[in-house]
């Protein structure tokens, strides 16, 4: 199976499905909440292991309940978590999300106290063939980027605001949310801010923007896939679904064009059920999901 390590948040969601999203200071209530795990290097570890791919958890948690609760449910996934940081009397994260009859989401979430990241572990990985980190632990991030960048092997950065400037020079592949986007160039339109973070940091890079696709650098200047329309039941994890697909479609030789549009059908296959990474599709309806698109 093709290594992929992913380096990042992990956390669980206490997940409530409403009419509309909560806009006033009032108590709300619902029949339909569940408790899954999250985070986006957790979900994207997640559909690495469903899509066929071996994935490796870096993250870091406390010895808490929650931290259990994360782990148990990331191995049950077949997810390596042996190199997983636990920290005594540190709390884990945990995030509240609010849902609604659109699959719309509104989220909350606790960062966690007193916590750390070990990375002394990556220089002795073995046989990893792509590196998927988002930017929360900056550190973190710059160890794993730079362990991929010594390697000559893909290092993908989820580019979720806040984005640290010198993380997108140090991966080979910048995949950002809309967000992230205008949060490194504010003044710029996506396809202008695309060029000049390419230009400017060495890198390929992309904007996913949901239903209305993903814009990338292309041989041509900016190119664009479309999203697959489906009608979504909870969006919740189909970001780091699709960061987890794309990393492991480079990790596997893929084009970026392809490992696009393989991560896009993973997404969509996502929307289509509830649960966050619960929604994770398998690598089988994932490619029969891509041939029916294509027939």
């Known amino acids: 199976m093709t290594k992929v390590l992913c380096v990042g948040a992990a956390v669980v969601d206490f997940v409530f499905q409403l009419p509309d999203l909560p806009d006033r200071a009032e108590k709300y209530g ?23 791919g071996q994935a490796v958890l870096g993250a870091r948690l406390g010895d808490d309940a929650i931290g259990d609760m994360v782990v148990a449910g990331v191995e049950a996934e077949g997810v390596d978590c042996a190199n997983v940081t636990r920290t005594p009397r540190a709390r884990s994260s945990y995030s509240s999300v609010y849902l609604d009859q659109r699959g719309e989401r509104q989220i909350v979430n606790f ?23 988002d930017t929360r632990r900056v550190a973190a991030a710059e160890d794993a980027l730079t362990m991929a960048r010594t390697r000559g092997i893909p290092g993908v950065l989820d580019g979720e605001a806040p984005v640290d400037p010198g993380l997108v020079s140090l991966a080979s592949h910048a995949a950002f949310s809309m967000q992230g986007l205008r949060d490194l160039a504010p003044d710029l339109g996506p396809e202008e801010a695309l060029l000049k973070i390419s230009a400017e940091h060495g890198c390929w890079a992309c904007v996913t923007d949901g239903e209305n696709g993903v814009w990338f650098t ?20 189909a970001g780091d679904v699709w960061h987890g697909a794309f990393t492991l479609a480079l990790a596997e030789g893929q084009d970026e064009a392809t490992a696009i549009r393989f991560a896009c059908a993973a997404a969509a296959l996502k929307c289509l059920k509830p649960g966050g990474r619960e929604g994770a599709p398998s690598r089988t309806d994932t490619e029969t999901f891509l041939k029916e698109q294509e027939a």
């Open 30 to 52: 619902t029949e339909n909440a569940a408790i899954v795990g999250g985070g986006c290097a957790a979900n994207a570890a997640v559909a690495v292991s469903r899509l066929g």
């Open 111 to 133: 960062r966690g106290a007193g916590l750390h990241l070990d990375t002394g572990w990556f220089a002795g990985l073995q046989n990893v063939a792509a590196v998927l980190t």
């Open 218 to 237: 292309g041989f041509d200047g900016i190119e664009h896939c479309p999203a697959f329309p489906v009608t979504p039941v909870d969006t919740l994890g």
